[in-house]
């Protein structure tokens, strides 16, 4: 992979560079506007400290999880992020075996540059499936069913997004698909639309492929029409999270999109309090954005997340060493994580919680 050594999470980003292009790694690593969410994420998990206490037995730590029936091995899942194969040619299929061998559970991405067909066939655990709702229904749904037929156990709603957001950096790079790599989940709509430029052609604040028009009405619709289990991505104020659970959700990410959608949208840990209140434990609530290091994971728990997603790390992974890459970033969390989890004290995600928090 490389002849430095990688031994964190921050190792990976720095060494990305050297094995992507350009235009792929602005596209990566940039956020939206000026990056104030992008670096609020991190500063948010900086700032949190956790109380440790001793002489509690630690001498097995377990940090495996279920979630709607499904035990994983770990609370760290693989959030949905579009176009791997900008990042590596084996593209979504090297993090489906990546993600496979760390028994965790990747969320595939609609606009995957590899068919989710063909993710599902490559896959010996389950998968989810994050969707944006486009502007013609029908090929909505047509895209919903595409994954409840290849297996998919929950669809993950991504809701953040309604128009673009500035993405200066990868503007600047003049971001594109390059010929070829198209979004094997649209293809029905014709390679030159599946393929066309990540920037809408006709207006610069609406997407083609995603609904602006879209509302809890179609969530309703939705929630209705499948029977896996339907969560919303990009929740961050506690109304939308009661209107989510009113409305028959079974779960909520809270997320900004890793700093990519509304630049100045808050921190996600400074609003996870607020939302895992007004869940009051009815259905579990994820996390994701700026997580790096296994005490992030530990601090989001504490806090009453359920499982946190990662997003850029495991891609820097994916450009560094593909398969291999990938599975190392998994594996730097885990063991970070274990780390966290002994040094505070706990054997067991159940006993996480506030009491572990020095500024609570
Ligand atoms: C390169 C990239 C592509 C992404 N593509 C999608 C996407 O297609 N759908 C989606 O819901 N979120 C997408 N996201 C957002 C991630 O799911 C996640 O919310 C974010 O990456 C978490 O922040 P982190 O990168 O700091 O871990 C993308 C993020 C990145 C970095």
């Known amino acids: 992979m490389s002849e430095v050594p990688l031994l964190t999470v921050a190792d990976f980003e720095a060494a990305a560079p050297r094995f992507a292009s350009h235009r792929a790694i602005e596209f990566l690593n940039g956020g939206a506007g000026e990056g104030v969410t992008l670096r609020d994420n991190i500063r948010a998990f ?26 994983l091995n770990s609370p760290i899942l693989l959030a949905p992020t579009g ?55 029908a090929s909505t749904a047509r895209v919903i069913r595409a994954a409840v037929d290849s297996g998919c156990e929950a669809i993950v709603v991504t809701v953040d997004i309604p128009v673009n957001g500035p993405r200066d950096r990868e503007l600047r790079a003049g971001f594109k698909l390059p010929e070829g790599v198209i979004r094997e989940n649209l293809r029905h709509m014709g390679v030159d639309l599946a393929g066309a430029p990540h920037r809408p052609v ?3 604040v609406y997407n083609f492929i995603r609904a602006a028009d879209a509302t809890w009405d179609d969530i309703e619709r939705l929630r209705a029409s499948v029977k896996v289990p339907v969560l919303l991505k990009g929740i961050l104020h506690a109304d939308d999270a009661s209107e989510a659970v009113r409305r028959g959700i ?32 009815r259905i579990p609530v994820l996390i994701d954005g700026g997580v790096r290091r296994g005490i992030d994971v530990v601090k989001a728990l504490c806090l009453g997340a359920t499982a946190v997603m990662v997003g850029r790390p495991y891609c820097w992974g994916l450009c560094v060493g593909g398969e291999q890459g990938v599975a190392r970033v998994l594996q730097i969390l885990d063991v970070e994580t274990r780390m966290a989890m002994g040094l505070t004290g706990a054997s067991h995600l159940g006993g996480l919680g506030e009491q572990l928090l020095y500024n609570s």
């Open 46 to 71: 900086e700032q949190i400290r956790l109380w440790p206490r001793v002489l509690r037995d630690v001498s097995r730590i377990d940090l495996s999880i279920e979630l709607f029936g499904r035990k």
């Open 83 to 137: 176009y791997h194969k900008l990042f590596h040619p084996e593209g979504e299929l090297a993090v489906v075996r990546a993600a496979n061998e760390a028994g965790s559970l990747l969320v595939a991405a609609t606009f995957a540059t590899t068919s989710i067909e063909d993710m599902a066939r490559a896959s010996s655990r389950p998968l989810w499936f994050q969707l944006y709702i486009q502007p013609d229904r």
């Open 250 to 281: 079974d779960g909520i990410v809270v997320s900004n999109h890793g700093g990519r959608s509304l630049d100045s949208a808050p921190a996600t840990m400074d609003v996870l309090p607020l939302i895992v209140a007004a869940v009051g434990g």
């Open 202 to 204: 006709a207006t610069e």
